[in-house]
C-alpha cells in the first residue's frame, strides 16, 4: 500500500513537471517568435491642431504623404487633399487626413497657390486657379506613379473644392479622378454674403479687384458669382463623364454665399445639405473640415456608399 502511494504521487509529480515544462516552452516560444508589425496609429487633429499646424507645419499633417504606402483591394484609390482659400494642408486637414489613414487609405495632400510676398509659406489658395489646376494635376500624377493606383479620390475645401473642376475639365483630371468630394465649394462663384453685390451697386468692385489683381491674388475675384473665370468654368456644364461627384455644404455658411451656389447638377451628382441629416448642426463654412457628420458623410462616401447614409449627429464643428 506504501509503494502504491508513493508511485502515485511520483506520477502526479511527473505530470505536473511535464506540464510545466510545456507552458514554460510555449512561453519561452511566443516571447521569442516575431510578431506581426501594428498598424500605425495617426493622431487625429481638432480645432487646436489646426490652428497650431497652420503655424508651424504648413507643409505636414499626420497621415499624409507615405510615398511608400501603397493602395490596397479595400481601398483601391489614393485621397488627395485639396485645401481652401488662405489655408495650407497642414491646417486644413489636421482632422481628416489621420482619420482616412487610420481607417487604410493612402493619403496625399498638397499646397498651392502661394503668392510670393504674402504668404509667407502659410497663406495659400491666393494665385490664379487655373495655373493651381496645374500644380493639382503634377501632384497627382506623382500620386499616380508611386502608388500605381488606376485613378485617385479628391477631397477638397472651399476653393480646394471648386478648384479641381478645373483638373477634372480643362487639364484631364475625369480620367484619373474616381470620386470628388467637395466640402462647401465655391461652385458658381460667391456673393461673400452680398459683399460683392453691395461693392458693383457703389462702383467700388471693380477698384478693389484692380487691387487684388496688383497684389497677384486673382483667386479672390476669380471666385465671385458671375466673374469670368467662373463662366468659362461651369458656361458649358457642371460635371463631365467619368467622376462621381459628391457635395457636402452647410447652410450656415457665411462664405459661400447663398450656400446653394455650391451645389453642382448632373446625373453624377450627390448633393448633401448636413441640416436634412442633423438639423443642429450649427457648422459654418470654415470649419466644415472638423465637423463630425461631414467626417462620416465622406467616408460612407469612399466606402460602403449607403444610399441615404445617416451620420450620427455629434462632434459638431463651430458655427459661423
Known amino acids: 500500500m506504501m509503494k502504491d502511494n508513493t508511485r502515485a504521487r511520483l506520477k502526479h509529480r511527473l505530470i505536473g513537471a511535464a506540464t510545466a515544462a510545456v507552458f514554460v516552452a510555449g512561453s519561452i516560444i511566443g516571447l521569442t517568435a516575431p510578431a506581426s508589425p501594428a498598424a500605425t496609429h495617426y493622431p487625429v487633429g481638432g480645432l487646436g491642431t489646426a490652428l497650431a499646424n497652420y ?26 487633399l485639396v485645401h ?44 490664379d486657379i487655373a495655373q ?8 497627382v500624377n506623382k500620386v499616380l506613379a508611386s502608388t500605381h493606383a488606376a485613378k485617385v479620390d479628391v477631397i477638397g475645401h472651399s476653393q480646394g473644392g471648386m478648384m479641381p473642376n478645373y483638373y477634372i475639365k480643362r487639364l484631364g483630371g475625369a480620367a484619373v479622378v474616381h470620386t470628388f468630394i467637395a466640402l462647401a465649394p465655391s461652385n458658381h462663384g460667391t456673393t461673400l454674403d452680398g459683399l460683392t453685390t453691395l ?26 458669382v458671375g466673374s469670368d473665370f467662373q463662366n468659362a468654368l461651369f458656361g458649358d456644364g457642371d460635371t463631365v463623364a467619368g467622376p462621381r461627384y459628391v457635395v457636402i455644404e452647410t447652410k450656415h455658411d457665411e462664405v459661400v ?3 446653394t451656389q455650391a451645389f453642382l447638377s448632373g446625373s453624377n451628382v450627390t448633393n448633401i445639405l448636413l ?9 459654418g463654412h470654415i470649419a466644415i473640415f472638423l465637423d463630425g457628420p461631414t467626417v462620416q458623410d465622406i467616408l460612407n462616401q469612399l466606402g460602403a456608399d ?11 464643428g463651430l458655427g459661423a
Open 84 to 127: 481652401a482659400t488662405a489655408a495650407n494642408l497642414g491646417a486644413n486637414w489636421a482632422m481628416i487626413s489621420p482619420t482616412l489613414a487610420n481607417a487604410g487609405y493612402c493619403v496625399f495632400a498638397f499646397n498651392y497657390g502661394m503668392n510670393p510676398l504674402l504668404s509667407l509659406g502659410r497663406i495659400g489658395g491666393l494665385t
Open 132 to 139: 493651381s489646376a496645374a500644380v493639382m494635376r503634377d501632384f
Open 257 to 259: 454665399t447663398p450656400y
Open 275 to 283: 441640416q436634412d441629416q442633423c438639423p443642429a448642426d450649427p457648422v
Open 199 to 224: 461693392g458693383a451697386e457703389l462702383n467700388i468692385l471693380g477698384f478693389a479687384n484692380n487691387v487684388f489683381a496688383t497684389l497677384n491674388l486673382p483667386a479672390l475675384t476669380e471666385q465671385e
Open 55 to 80: 503655424v508651424f507645419s504648413p507643409d505636414q499633417v499626420a497621415g499624409a504623404n507615405d510615398w511608400s504606402c501603397q493602395p490596397t483591394a479595400a481601398h483601391p484609390y489614393p485621397v488627395v
Open 306 to 316: 449607403v444610399p441615404d447614409f445617416q451620420p450620427t449627429c455629434t462632434g459638431y
